[in-house]
């Protein structure tokens, strides 16, 4: 497994992140979930993400079922994500980035993790109903408590990015140390102005979804249905894959696929390089509902795919990429 450096920070994380959102607690069951986790570390993976509102519907459960499959671990050997924002519950206490949510959610978080700290306190998403200030301090706070080791944002824009970090700067206290965008050879809309803000910031990138939920690794053919387990197949999953289900987008995956394997890699092995391909990207955080998928994620960390195949790949998906 190779790692990078989160941004300019010091941490470093596998190339290859595990992502827990509808697999541990949900769609995995708990022993696939936790052979999953176990063997991405022994596979060099140092990188776990979670969040608070994992699986929705069973909210915890991913936060749950990672810190007791990590456990058997030493702590100081992995790092783990997790993610306040969401809503917990109905009362308008029960969300967003408030000092009071913040910091009941942490303990909540630290209980079901069963850890005394967590390395990487993500805000889920910008609150627009609180002032940057009043989550920069508790962010900062958290730190100096040792709750939390570093704190991070995702899908925040780059004014939001700048304002973050030049606030931390002018109150001497501890800044947001990455992002975490959705992106995709299929969905690059951080590319533009994202990605450049985290780098001139130095930020650290973690690039979510990076198979856009299974459609690059080739398993959704044009004029077929979804295979049966997969995720497209599950009805209460099957919107997420609207914008994907298109003939000609499906047909552009297909050739993808048969690139990637003529040169001796899967598409889902090919789909991360391409997110890798960018140094500003720390990691990929991809999810695996089995081992085999979990196997075959995990090499994209040590497999040293060519810049031409990579960007053979970008001429065939490109002019059907969804953002
Ligand atoms: N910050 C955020 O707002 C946010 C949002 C979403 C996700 N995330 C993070 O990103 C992680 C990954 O997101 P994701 O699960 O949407 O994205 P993904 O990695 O693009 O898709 C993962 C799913 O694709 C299928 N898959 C994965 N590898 C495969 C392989 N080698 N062969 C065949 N199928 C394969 C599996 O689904 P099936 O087997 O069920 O088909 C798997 O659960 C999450 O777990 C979470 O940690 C963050």
């Not at 993500?122 to 706070?141: I, K």
């Not at 990076?210 to 004029?223: N, R």
């Not at 391909?277 to 994209?300: D, H, K, M």
Request: glycine residues 8%.
């Amino acid at each position: 497994m190779r790692y990078r450096r989160l941004g300019r920070w010091g941490l470093k994380v596998s190339e290859v992140t595990l992502g827990t959102w509808l697999t541990h607690g949900g769609a995995a069951d708990g022993d696939t979930a936790t052979t999953c986790t176990r063997r991405a570390y022994e596979l060099g993976v140092n990188m776990f993400d979670t969040a608070n509102i994992y699986p929705r519907g069973n909210e915890g459960a991913a936060e749950r079922v990672l810190g007791a499959a990590l456990s058997v671990f030493r702590r100081e050997t992995y790092v783990v994500g997790t993610k306040v924002y969401a809503f917990m519950g109905d009362g308008p206490l029960e969300r967003g980035l408030s000092r009071k949510h913040i910091m009941a959610q942490i303990d909540h978080s630290l209980r079901r993790l069963g850890m005394d700290h967590v390395d990487l306190y993500q805000c889920h998403r910008y609150d627009v109903e609180t002032p940057l200030d009043e989550t920069a301090r508790t962010m900062n706070d958290l730190v100096v408590q040792g709750k939390i080791l570093y704190w991070g944002v995702s899908q925040w824009s780059e004014e939001q990015l700048e304002q973050a970090v030049a606030l931390c700067q002018a109150n001497g206290w501890a800044p947001p140390v990455s992002n975490q965008p959705r992106y995709s050879a299929l969905w690059r809309e951080c590319e533009p102005r994202v990605l450049p803000a985290c780098e001139r910031l130095g930020m650290g990138v973690l690039a979510y979804s990076p198979l856009d939920h299974g459609v690059l690794t080739g398993k959704y053919q044009p004029g077929s249905s979804a295979p049966a387990g997969s995720r497209a197949a599950t009805a209460s999953h099957a919107r997420l894959f609207d914008q994907f289900f298109d003939d000609d987008l499906l047909g552009a995956v297909q050739r993808f696929r048969e690139l990637a394997e003529q040169a001796g890699y899967t598409a889902a092995q090919l789909a991360l390089a391409w997110c890798l391909r960018q140094p500003t990207v720390s990691s990929v955080v991809v999810g695996a509902s089995s081992l085999p998928q979990l196997e075959e994620n995990a090499a994209a960390g040590v497999l040293d795919v060519e810049p031409e195949l990579v960007d053979a790949a970008t001429k065939i998906l490109d002019p059907v990429r969804v953002t």
